[in-house]
């Protein structure tokens, strides 16, 4: 009996391997995004489109946010025009994947300002990349928290082009430098 022991816990063993993939796709099914970390999951473009058109397919409609497919668990959300996935493995933490998507959907809805729609994301596909790849590294959860992220991508909202806000702070920066000029 207990040559089976270690063996049994050897198949269960954890890694830090968690993510398989990740993918954001159009309200079509179309392609917009997709990092597969294990290279012998779907190792061909088309093996790996087909797996995301068969996940498409049957979460598209569905108001579920996990689903087993092809051995895989798939987390998912969905907004406007966007299907977020987090693939992992069958015996994966289902709640880890779910805070990775958590964590990609709140980054994303900070740098797109809340406006998490299939144009705005084109727009800022650089951002989206940086974004990913702080949160996941290889398959490996680096980070789980948006403000995190964003702070390590060096984003922050007032940085952007600019806003009423910012253009506010500006005039204000100059009222000050003005006054503080004529006191001298």
Sequence with gaps: MEPLIPRIVALVEPSLYTVKAVFILDNDGNRLLSKYYDPELYPSMKEQKNFERNVFNKTHKADNEIAFLEGMTVVYKSSIDLFFYVVGSPQENELMLVAVLS??????????????ERRCLLDNMEGVFLIVDEIIDGGVILESDPQQVLQ???YRV????????????????????IKWSILK
């Design 158 to 177: 007032d940085e952007n082009p600019l806003s009423e806000q910012s253009v506010a702070q500006v005039l204000q920066s100059a009222k000050e430098q």
């Design 152 to 154: 390590k991508v060096n």
């Design 103 to 116: 964590c990609l959907f709140e980054s994303l809805s900070q740098i797109l300002r809340k406006n998490v």
